[in-house]
């Protein structure tokens, strides 16, 4: 029997699937319509169609053969940007209970006076205070009142509280009262989701640790609700396999964590899709690299410098901050069902308003009127005119032209202007992104190479990396479903962190070993729990450093082993460099902080592999399959434009735009004077004259 593992992505559109051989190393790949309200319902039926395709026996349930399946989700990141999670109430310190609303009293615009604040997501009326006070250095000043607790239950089950976040000051330090808090509320709301910041965020920074607990109340009931939904119809296709999910730092995790860890998923979705093209960009030798995942919905971007990622701990997610360790992925609001629209004072304006999967574009045909990107393509061409999906789906032009027509009569533009102005508006709107991550943190986006990737990422590189004077572009073999195949490319992952100020010396060896040694129990226990065999495990340790008086640290590398002198003489030359690097300069003299102790643990698994091909010759005609006629904006006039299949294309082919390369996932765009090749792994290689 064949054993197929197996990757799910998600999206707000199409939901992917990635089917990888393990015994032979072939490669399946397919997409369903993405089913909003029940996301549960579209992975189910991924999974059945892409493996009946594949299975072989027709004796047993196609879905048993899988022996790996993992899924990227946008659950908790929809749940957090509509607003549309449970309501929680909040356990926390007496004296503490406006630190939500209070935070660090930043404007979220510096210069906008009228700058809308986020939602509060506990009300005032839910947030109890609880007598209770542990200092900075663990003692207690205040004990539990354990009465205040069980009457603040019994208040929250008469609300019908359906969660409940505690967080109480100095936790992370000694957790115990907690502990107790929390299993007395489990014991009056039995069946309620309750989570405590000692076990979310176990770091130093009061409000980022009390926003991010209420968070992951916030969603779990909505993570429960999806997993406990999704879990049977797995179970009912035949698949034994264990679930996973993928988590924002580009790991996953079993379903049980996942669900009592919802807020590590908020970047579910976009973080394999760079998993995925780290391994496609290290295997043609490329490591710097700039990721470009666009959708139907956003378009997500990030940046690797020799080929690594930029992992941050901590970040501000749709406004809310977050103490969770995050793949650094900047996102907008741009992707194919952007609908285009004349704001009020006369200007063209794209997303961030999405059609979505449904009704989606308009011209799918299913009952949208208003323009989107993906219908501006369709007007020019750029995109199949007919069909979509390798003609698995039909689409309508006409609608199409007639949506794109009445924005035109709003711009007194032709059509075809109007359509190239979307596209125009979206590149904008996209290059914006990408400066965010390169240009404002001292990286020339020259110096990288664009992945391309997503349903619509190849379709708009070329205009994109003309607009950066990006000069080569990477698009994958499976550019429309990179993020269900990053998937099969990453391991399980945990991270774990106690925060802990200590000064850098001889006399933190000791301290320095208990902390960590406390950490590495965690991390067995999470091994144990996920059925990690002892040969994949692998443990990495980082500390989080500055001198004293600063307000943030940096991170630096420890490597596993007994922590000696010759470890603190580690610490400090990687912080020294890391200083310079970050601020130019080194404070010799300044005492240097350990504050935030972390531990990743990973459990190896086996990974799809990328084999290069032997490269056939540079003609590519045997992969024309016709010319059409493409509205290209540089040109003001319609253009015969060769149509590639990319099935057909084979290693070592070459040609020069202006073409169109098609295929099931995605189509890309290659624009005049740029030059395409087609490397041994079967990635298209675009490069500008």
């Avoid at 009293?105 to 809308?116: G, I, N, T, W």
């Avoid at 666009?294 to 971007?301: F, L, Y």
């Avoid at 001292?442 to 619509?456: C, E, I, M, Q, S």
């Avoid at 004077?469 to 399980?492: H, K, Q, S, W, Y």
């Amino acid at each position: 029997m064949a054993r197929w593992r197996v990757g799910v992505d998600s999206g707000g559109t199409f939901t992917d699937i990635c089917l990888f051989e393990e015994d032979e190393g072939r490669l399946e790949i397919w997409k369903v319509p993405s089913t909003p309200d029940d996301p549960s319902r579209g992975i189910a039926d991924a999974v059945e169609q892409g493996m009946r395709r594949v299975a072989a026996d027709v004796n047993i349930p196609p879905a048993a053969c899988v022996t790996y399946f993992g899924h990227g989700t946008t659950i908790a990141t929809n749940a957090l940007i509509q607003h549309r999670g449970i309501t929680p109430a909040l356990l926390t310190t007496a004296g503490f209970r406006d630190l939500l609303e209070i935070g660090r009293q930043k404007r979220p615009d510096l210069y906008d006076l009228f700058a809308d604040k986020p939602l509060t997501l506990v009300p005032r009326n839910l947030r109890l205070e609880i007598s209770e006070r542990v200092r900075h250095d663990g003692e207690i000043e205040t004990p539990l009142d354990l009465r205040a607790v069980g009457e603040a239950a019994k208040k929250l089950r008469a609300a019908n509280a359906g969660a409940v976040a505690i967080c109480f000051l100095y936790s992370f330090v000694r957790p115990e009262h907690e502990r107790e808090a929390k299993r007395i509320v489990e014991e009056e709301l039995p069946g309620v989701f309750v989570c405590a910041s000692h076990e979310i965020a176990p770091e130093f920074r009061e409000f980022e640790r009390l926003s991010t607990t209420v968070v992951n109340a916030y969603l779990g009931p909505v993570m429960r609700g999806y997993i406990s939904k999704l879990a049977p119809r797995l179970a009912a296709l035949g698949m034994t396999a264990t679930a996973h999910i993928t988590q924002s730092n580009g790991g996953v995790i079993g379903f049980e964590t996942a669900a009592a860890m919802p807020v590590r998923t908020v970047l579910s979705g976009p973080s394999t899709g760079v998993v995925g093209a780290q391994a496609v960009g290290k295997a043609a030798g490329f490591e710097n690299l700039i990721t470009f995942d666009m959708g139907g919905t956003s378009t997500d971007v990030a940046l690797l410098k020799h080929g690594e990622p930029r992992l941050a701990s901590e970040a501000t997610v749709h406004g809310y901050p977050v103490k969770a360790p995050m793949l650094d992925i900047h996102t907008v609001g741009a992707g194919g069902g952007s609908i285009a629209f004349v704001d009020s004072g006369g200007l063209l304006k794209v997303g961030p308003r999405s059609a979505g999967a449904d009704p989606g574009p308009v011209c799918y045909g299913r009952g949208n009127s208003e323009p989107t990107v993906t219908d501006a393509n369709i007007v020019l061409q750029t995109l199949n005119p007919s069909y979509l999906l390798g003609g698995r789906m039909a689409v309508r032009q006409d609608l199409a032209k007639q949506a794109i027509g009445g924005l035109a009569e709003k711009l007194d533009l032709s059509p075809i202007e109007t359509a190239q102005g979307i596209i125009s508006v979206v590149t904008a709107n996209m290059a914006r992104a990408i400066r965010v991550i390169s240009v404002q943190r001292g990286h020339d986006p020259r110096d990288y190479t664009l992945v391309a990737f997503g349903g619509a990422g190849p379709l708009h590189a070329a205009r994109l990396a003309r607009e950066l004077e990006i000069r080569r572009i990477l698009v994958p073999r499976a550019p429309g479903i990179l993020c269900a195949m990053g998937l099969l490319l990453t391991d399980l992952r945990a991270d774990f962190a106690a925060t802990r100020l200590v000064s850098l010396g001889p006399d933190a060896i000791e301290k320095i070993q208990n902390v960590f040694a406390a950490l590495e129990q965690q991390a067995e226990a999470w091994f144990a729990r996920e059925k990690i065999a002892a040969e994949v495990r692998a443990l990495q340790r980082m500390v989080d450093m500055r001198y004293a008086g600063q307000n943030y640290e940096l991170a630096v590398s420890l490597p596993q082993g007994p922590i000696t002198a010759d470890s603190i003489g580690l610490l400090a030359r990687g912080f020294a460099q890391a200083h310079e690097r970050m601020y130019g300069f080194v404070a010799d003299n300044e005492p240097v902080q350990l504050v935030t102790f972390r531990l990743e643990a990973l459990g190896r698994v086996r990974k799809a592999k990328i084999n290069a091909e032997p490269l056939a010759g540079p003609d590519a005609i045997g992969a024309m399959r016709e010319r059409r006629e493409i509205w290209i904006g540089e040109e003001k006039s319609a253009v015969p434009c060769p149509i590639y299949v990319r099935d057909r294309l084979r290693p070592g082919n070459a040609f020069v735009g202006p073409a169109v390369v098609e295929q099931m996932d995605a189509t890309t765009f290659v624009l005049p004077g740029m030059r395409a090749r087609v490397d041994a792994y079967s990635n298209m290689i675009l490069e500008a004259p």
